[in-house]
């Protein structure tokens, strides 16, 4: 077959035509001695090509031949070429799986088990592999036993003798089969052992759920009991000696490589549990201690190997603990808590590529099966199937899964999981991740009938099924509810109003009844409206259900929808925009207060599915807009109004965002920045507020005055407000100043002043659907006994003869929100002075400080309150870390220009930028005030209202936990967390401030 140099042959034009991609290589092993009888035969070269890699299949042959005697190479050869059934197994294998054409390699004799099957034998069971492997008295002859027999399944999988289900049967009953094979040598090897215990071998896992993978542990459990009179624990001592030795035998690699390993690591107590257990020690665990995930995980649970009477006792004891699961207190949380905690577990730069536990894996599937296997199977035991496929397919049947999804399920399944054991095959090792190489990829895609492009065609196959998996675990538990209530399609099976209040309380809604309500409310009847609810309410209750009040994102939602159902752009925005609807949901559930605002005005929802709808508005924007709408006004009540309306629009803005922003989506789901979203929210409080005061006051101005107030007029920030801290229930501090107009009476500007201020305080705390902004003055020179306005001259006259040293401090805080500016910039260079001291402070007034402090901490802690948990003034708490940062303030003020700045952050991480404080004291200081500003913001989203301490309710208790990053049932983990770092924060304190 030798060619002209320069001049390709017509077989190596053929060789690239059939799928060969080193045709000069598979040119020069078709030259070889070896393959002399067949290598001019176009029917071996049709075989190859249609193999999944037509160059590791002739690879894989010249090896098997050249390892035979001549004998034996020229019957395996004469038989390849005229019997079909033989070539294509055969050849299919040795194209397929590198780690089997080395077996065959080592084996050349192996390949007559692919002669030819019998009728019986297309679908071996346990019985017929136990024969196969029945020659096996030592673990070398095991492994190969078991090789031979894996070939013969791998040769049925790859010419789609069997399908992927009757492949992951096929090597579920290998593994019993060897399994036992294990066992009996174990035994033989220690007959005392053997004599003093029964020993049952209980399958997990895929092997339990008769669809184990090429490559994959072999999860078991073992349970044994004495023979006898034996004595317990020397029976339990035999029956560790025994399974042990089982385990080395099946995972131990020798020359022959392995088997694969035996992993006993979901027994009670997981490794650190004893290997074996009798049956009773087994249910006392599971009766008190076992977690939900081991329940679901006893699902699958089936004996396997070893004493079968014992086995099938454990599976019944252990049965009826299985499906009651699903009663079990936050039980479909921790089974979504498990799935989550998969998927975060996965490296980041593979979880793109992983079949198994990537979003839209293997594991998707497996999960949401499970989970409904576990909710309708107490009722139900047509469920009770460890087989997912099995399992999907009885509750297609039983109306808890629409037809449609079921079918699209099972053929997503099917075709993942043919994906996972085609990429095992290749090399047998334990493996789901698809492969990045472009020659892997070709061997995957061709191996799959994928032959006109296969790599573009399996990556676009493996995309489509993972989303359709995507999609569908959350729709799938989720859609039967609404068949529940809605009309369904002829033939279709209903599910139960019975069974969807079982579905829905499973999911933590505290009034099922109610909620079914709701979804009748909502999806029932053929109206277009109807049609897109039904769409898009499977996911929505998903989102509800992973909140901490599922009844109240579903109610908020009707409000929403009934308010806005006649709105065609409603249902549209979040049937097309992809994170409006999950920012809905999350918005909801999430408390009170967001809810409240944007059901005063549902409008507002359009917010959710602008990109940029989220990111606060600046100042400058939100002055013009409320401006403009004051001078359209017809008066300063209804102008007020419109400006009161833009603040809650803002505050829903704020709201949603800051909610959206800590708990995160599936588009963004990295760790948020807890800093960054304080001072986010701090900062759009505060120009919200300070534009609100703005608008008043135009509007006050404007109705009695015109144009220009008869005194120039400023308003002060003071304490949360001056310092752009301010959260969702804050009262906006401030001072008022004034300076008459030249001319101007001082006792008319006065009167007018006061007018002014009077009027506004009115108008922002009319009664209406809007929140109202509180304007507190009392930090006023000589506080609530003093004149509410002042002028400049008399702020001047009282700060130099009568301030004491807590009204310097307060005037840290200063910077200007409203009115005439150049006023605003005067008061502040008059105050300076004072908070900055140019000599800093002496003794006396640091002592002042500290005695102050002192007092507030005895005086104003609510009685009953722990002090450990109150934000404000409880150990550690913000007014621990403001008064230590203002003490540095208005000691080094006027030497470092950084520290002039009314924000506590910014002040701490000056003082730690000039070497006052150290970067450690400063971190822990920053964490403590984050933490306990973060807590407030979170007590107002869900209670509507503000307070100090955490909510003694669990289910509000709960909902802060989420804000704060906790899954349910770990609120004692946030107060822990809470009381340490604060604890750490007071430390800091009693050295920095107090001197200790």
């Known amino acids: ?100 054409g080395d077996h065959l390699a080592r084996h050349p004799r192996h390949w007559q088990a692919l002669v030819m099957y019998e009728a019986a034998d297309l679908h071996p069971g346990v019985a017929e592999f136990e024969h196969e492997l029945g020659g096996a008295h030592d673990p070398d002859t095991l492994r190969i036993a078991y090789r031979r027999c894996l070939l013969a399944i791998a040769a049925r999988d790859v010419c789609g003798t069997t399908d992927v289900a009757e492949t992951a049967a096929e090597l579920a009953d290998l593994a019993t089969a060897t399994l036992r094979a294990a066992l009996a040598i174990a035994r033989t090897a220690a007959p005392a052992d053997a004599a003093l215990c029964r020993l049952a071998v209980i399958a997990m896992g895929k092997c339990g759920g008769h669809e184990l993978n090429y490559v994959s542990d072999v999860d078991v459990i073992f349970v044994a009991e004495p023979v006898d009179s034996s004595e317990e624990s020397k029976a339990i001592q035999a029956a560790t000696r025994l399974a042990a030795h089982m385990m080395r035998i099946c995972s131990e690699t020798t020359v022959e490589g392995t088997i694969w390993p035996v992993d006993a690591n979901l027994r009670p107590e997981g490794r650190n549990g004893p290997l074996v257990r009798t049956l009773s020690s087994h249910l006392a665990y599971y009766q008190r201690w076992a977690k939900t995930w081991e329940f679901q995980a006893l699902l699958k649970a089936r004996p396997v190997a070893g004493d079968p009477e014992l086995g099938a006792e454990y599976v019944e004891a252990v049965s009826p603990m299985v499906w009651q699961a699903a009663d079990r207190e936050n039980f479909v949380g921790d089974v979504q808590k498990m799935r989550r905690r998969v998927v975060d577990n996965i490296p980041a730069d593979r979880v793109d590529r992983e079949i198994k536990l990537g979003p839209g894996g293997l594991r998707d599937v497996e999960f949401a099966v499970q989970l409904l296997q576990l909710v309708h199977g107490r009722s139900d035991a047509s469920l009770h199937s460890g087989s997912t496929l099995d399992a999907l397919r009885a509750l297609a049947e039983g109306g808890y899964v629409g037809r449609v999804d079921a079918a699209q399920f099972d053929d997503a399944y099917r075709f993942l999981r043919a994906m996972e054991h085609r990429i095992q095959l290749y090399r047998l090792r334990r493996t789901h991740l698809v492969p990045e190489d472009e020659s892997d990829l070709r061997r995957l895609g061709r191996s799959l009938g994928m032959r006109t492009d296969p790599i573009a065609e399996i990556n676009q196959a493996w995309k489509r099924h993972a989303s359709v998996v995507r999609r569908l675990h959350e729709k799938l538990f989720y859609r039967p509810l609404l068949d529940a209530v809605a009309q369904l399609a002829p033939g279709e099976t209903r599910l139960s109003a019975k069974a969807a209040e079982v579905r829905l309380e499973a999911l933590g809604y505290a009034d099922p009844t109610a909620a079914l309500r709701h979804l009748e409310a909502l999806s029932s009847g053929v109206s277009r409206k109807a049609a897109i609810q039904r769409t898009l309410l499977p996911v929505l209750l998903g989102w509800f259900a992973d909140s901490a009040d599922p009844d109240a994102g579903l109610l908020g939602f009707r409000k929403v929808s009934d308010a806005l159902g006649k709105t065609p752009w409603y249902l549209r925005l979040l049937r097309d925009e992809g994170a409006a609807a999950e920012n809905l949901a999350r918005v909801l559930s999430a408390g009170r207060l967001a809810p409240d605002l944007l059901l005063r005005a549902p409008e507002a929802v359009a917010i959710l599915g602008d990109p940029q709808g989220l990111k606060p508005r600046s100042r400058n924007h939100l002055e013009q807009e409320v401006l403009a709408a004051v001078g359209r006004a017809e008066d300063a009540e209804s102008a007020v109004a419109v400006v009161r309306g833009v603040r809650r629009r803002e505050l829903f803005r ?13 588009e963004n789901p990295a760790e948020p920045d807890h800093g960054a979203l304080v001072d986010r929210v701090g900062n759009a409080v505060t120009d919200l507020n300070a534009v609100t005061i703005a608008g008043a006051l135009r509007a006050v101005v404007r109705e009695q005055w015109g144009d220009t107030l008869p005194t120039r007029f400023a308003v002060i920030g003071m304490g949360r407000f001056g310092g752009h801290e301010l959260g969702y229930g804050s009262d906006a501090d401030v001072l008022f100043v004034h300076t008459p107009r030249e001319g101007v009476d001082e006792q008319e500007a006065a009167r007018a002043a006061n007018t002014v201020v009077a009027e506004m305080r009115r108008l922002l705390q009319l009664p209406t659907a809007d929140p109202p902004l509180i304007i507190d003055a009392d930090l006023r020179p000589e506080g609530k006994s003093g004149p509410l306005v002042r002028t400049l001259k008399s702020y001047d006259a009282y700060y130099r003869r009568w301030s004491l040293v807590w009204e310097s401090q307060a005037l840290l805080r200063a910077e200007p929100m409203a009115g ?30 500290r005695r102050l402090k002192a007092r507030m901490e005895s005086e104003r802690m609510p009685r009953g309150a722990d002090p450990t948990l109150h934000t404000k003034l409880g150990r550690g708490g913000l007014s621990d ?116």
């Open 820 to 849: 005439d500016a150049d006023l605003g910039r005067a008061f502040i260079e008059l105050i300076d002075p004072l908070r900055y001291p140019m000599e800093g402070l002496g003794e006396d007034a640091v002592r002042e400080i």
């Open 654 to 666: 704020t709201t949603a965002a800051d909610l959206i922003g800590s708990y995160g989506t599936e």
């Open 1 to 100: 077959m030798t060619t002209v140099p320069g001049r390709r042959s017509s077989t190596f034009t053929r060789l690239l035509r059939h799928g060969f991609t080193d045709a000069a290589a598979a040119e020069r092993l078709l030259d070889l001695p070896a393959l002399a009888s067949v290598r001019t035969d176009p029917v071996l070269l049709d075989a190859l090509g249609a193999t999944a890699d037509p160059d590791l299949a002739l690879r894989g042959l010249v090896r098997l031949v050249e390892a035979e005697d001549a004998a034996e190479r020229q019957m395996l050869l004469d038989t390849l070429v005229s019997a079909k059934p033989l070539r294509d197994r055969l050849l299919g294998v040795l194209g397929a799986s590198e780690a089997l």
């Open 881 to 996: 870390v403001e008064w230590t940062v203002q003490l540095l303030q208005m000691q080094h003020g006027w030497v470092e220009p950084g520290l002039r700045t009314t924000r506590t952050r910014e002040a701490l991480a000056a003082a730690c930028a000039a070497e006052l404080i150290s970067g450690e004291d400063a971190q822990t200081l920053d964490e403590a005030w984050v933490l306990a500003t973060r807590v407030r913001n979170a007590v107002m989203l869900v209670r509507g209202r503000p307070a100090d301490t955490f909510p003694s309710g669990p289910r509000e208790l709960t909902a802060v936990g989420r804000y704060l990053g906790y899954e349910p049932g770990h609120v004692g983990d946030m107060l822990d967390d809470y009381r340490r770092i604060t604890r750490r924060a007071r430390a800091v304190v009693e050295e920095r401030f107090y001197g200790a």
